[in-house]
């Protein structure tokens, strides 16, 4: 009997509401008030899926891209390689404009018709730049008097070869392996555009905008 009574109650009860009926679950079978104060973590959900980037028709290695945006703004540079995710590998070379190797996003760009010649470049040497761990910035490692300074306020010892600029921060130095591989891709590149007698001109000088100039009516 008492089985019998534990079944009738753990089964929803039917009422009447017009003319349909409603099924209304047990005391047993509603949500519980008590929640936990902590959250379980869970994975997030991404909905949207992440598709490879489409480069513009113009974006072609070896084309000449005039930069809008960043350090080097105004800027003419070569481009070099397509990277995932709309980015690009462009190069100044940096004895013409001092642009040196780095990523630029596609949408900040403006390509040309002008050209450069590719053939001669490594391309050993372009696929070691274009590597995702090259152009992340190593962790500065802590000097012997920076706990002294910061705990006693006095200044921290520097050898003659870490000379202390304004506001006390390090001088920073570029390592013999970028500028090796800077050269490398430079010396074929600088050998193509002294074929061309204003191309060099053309790399150094800068892009700008003078009152009364259409963008919009320029041919590139």
């Not at 079944?7 to 047993?28: A, L, M, N, V």
């Not at 005039?66 to 940096?94: E, N």
Request: overall charge positive; glycine content about 8%.
């Amino acid at each position: 009997m008492a089985s019998s009574k534990t079944d009738s109650k753990s089964e929803p009860k039917t009422k009447k509401f017009g003319k349909g009926e409603r099924s209304i679950p047990h005391s047993s079978q509603k949500a519980k008030k008590f929640y936990p104060a902590e959250d379980e973590a869970k994975p997030r959900k991404v909905r949207k899926s992440i598709r490879p980037a489409r480069p513009r028709p113009s974006l072609q290695p070896g084309c000449i891209l005039i930069l809008l945006a960043g350090r080097f703004r105004g800027k003419r540079v070569v481009l070099l390689k397509h990277l995932p995710q709309g980015v690009l590998l462009v190069t100044g070379p940096f004895s013409i404009n001092g642009v040196p190797l780095r990523r630029v996003n596609a949408r900040y760009v403006i390509a040309t018709k002008a050209k450069v010649d590719l053939k001669g470049i490594d391309g050993k040497a372009v696929e070691k730049v274009s590597t995702e761990g090259y152009f992340t910035r190593e962790k500065a490692q802590q000097k012997k008097g920076e706990e002294q300074f910061f705990s006693q306020g006095e200044k921290p010892e520097v050898g003659p070869e870490e000379p202390l600029l304004k506001g006390d921060t390090m001088k920073k130095q570029v390592t013999s392996e970028r500028s090796g591989d800077q050269k490398a891709i430079d010396k074929p590149l600088l050998s193509a555009i002294g074929k061309d007698a204003l191309m060099k001109a053309y790399l150094a000088s800068n892009f700008s905008l003078r009152k009364g100039d259409k963008p919009h009516e320029m041919k590139w």
